[in-house]
């Protein structure tokens, strides 16, 4: 069996089995455009990820996902789906308890508050082009009118309130970012564009006090997205 799809309080999941596993699991929280449905998911239509799912597979990695409602931007409920995922793959697959995390764009803020509530079970996380900061993302979305108004619908419907009340809570909320969480990061940034620039700025100010230095590449390099995970992950296996 190549893949499987489930569900987990009417979201699908998917997990996908390499040939000859190692016992490692990666959990991947896609982006914005992400989703999986009953018969596919973002990351199996898109090439350029499917490739990295397979690179995975092919180095013995057992890789799984959740729809996770879908624009969620970090929602409660989203984190909470993504760890009953993580406990119902746990128990149903011969898997070493602590997990990697890929985790892109709008998922690393997921992935942030699993790290927060998953100490121990969390053996790794690499975040791709991540929105570290909900305040900072949508002080940069301010600048595109159109897409300002978008994020705030979705914003709205994902933590279900309404947008006074989500823009009191949004403005006292400290623009850094904890990432001493106890878990080794690796952030990679794939510089495509002014707005991939104008976000490579603001993650340098906020990873300012903090010994992760992010590694920058050009869209040319994206093949090598895997490999330089993998070899990230391999650091961190040493020890079951």
């Not at 009953?84 to 990697?100: A, F, P």
Request: aromatic residues 10%.
């Amino acid at each position: 069996m190549d893949n499987r799809n489930f569900l987990i309080d009417a979201q699908w999941n998917t997990i996908h089995y390499p040939e000859k596993p190692t016992g490692f699991g990666i959990l991947i929280i896609g982006d914005e455009r992400h989703f999986v449905d009953e018969g596919k998911c973002f990351w199996t239509q898109n090439e350029g990820k499917l490739a990295i799912i397979n690179h995975f597979k092919k180095t013995g990695y057992t890789t799984f996902s959740s729809n996770l409602y879908g624009r969620n931007w970090g929602s409660e409920e989203a984190v909470e789906l993504a760890q009953r995922l993580y406990h119902q793959v746990i128990r149903s697959e011969i898997l070493n308890n602590k997990i990697h995390i890929v985790a892109e764009g709008m998922g690393a803020l997921v992935a942030l508050k699993l790290m927060e509530k998953m100490k121990g079970q969390l053996r790794s996380v690499v975040l791709l082009n991540p929105i570290l900061s909900l305040k900072g993302h949508i002080e940069q979305e301010k600048e595109y009118k159109f897409f300002y108004k978008k994020l705030m619908r979705e914003l709205i419907a994902a933590h279900q309130t309404d947008q006074e009340t989500l823009e009191t809570e949004i403005q006292n909320t400290p623009l850094e970012v904890n990432l001493e969480l106890g878990v080794p990061i690796k952030i990679i940034h794939v510089m495509s564009g002014g707005k991939s620039y104008n976000q490579s700025k603001q993650m340098q100010e906020m990873l300012s006090n903090t010994e992760i230095n992010p590694i920058y590449i050009v869209p040319e390099k994206k093949q090598q997205l895997s490999q330089m995970m993998i070899r990230f992950f391999s650091k961190y296996e040493k020890d079951l």
